[in-house]
């Protein structure tokens, strides 16, 4: 079992930053899987927001092309998402997990590995 924290979530105005940080502890080794960052809002709604691969290849949500930026360091098991230019329909839990189809689950069976981080996001 893989244990994860998430950290770096907040409330901010539109328009604000904010860094997001996951941290394995144990039981994973980062840049052997793809690794995603995903928003889980208040109702139903799931998005895969961002992802990155072994070889460092990255894939975003169209509605955060260019404004965020997926990242990891491998000698530190950590994954970032550095956030731009947010926007209210940004707000929601973000979560970390080395899985690309877990939005496909009904909501009750989404296997999160850690408690997320809240980001809001006020106009």
């Known amino acids: 079992e893989t244990d994860v924290v998430e950290s770096g979530g907040g409330s901010v105005q539109a328009g604000g930053s904010l860094r997001l940080t996951c941290t394995a502890s144990?039981?994973?080794?980062?840049?052997?899987?793809?690794m995603a960052w995903y928003r889980q809002g208040s109702d139903d709604d799931c998005d895969l927001v961002a992802f990155?691969?072994?070889?460092?290849?990255?894939y975003y949500d169209d509605l955060v092309k260019g404004r965020f930026t997926i990242s990891q360091n491998n000698a530190k098991n950590t994954l970032y998402l550095q956030m731009n230019n947010l926007q209210p329909h940004d707000t929601g839990v973000y979560y970390c997990?080395?899985?690309?189809?877990?939005?496909?689950?009904?909501?009750?069976?989404?296997?999160?590995w850690g408690q997320g981080t809240q980001v809001t996001v006020s106009s």
């Open positions: 990155i691969v072994s070889d460092g290849n990255t």
């Open positions: 997990v080395a899985d690309l189809t877990i939005c496909s689950r009904p909501r009750t069976e989404r296997a999160w």
């Open positions: 144990s039981g994973f080794t980062f840049g052997e899987s793809p």
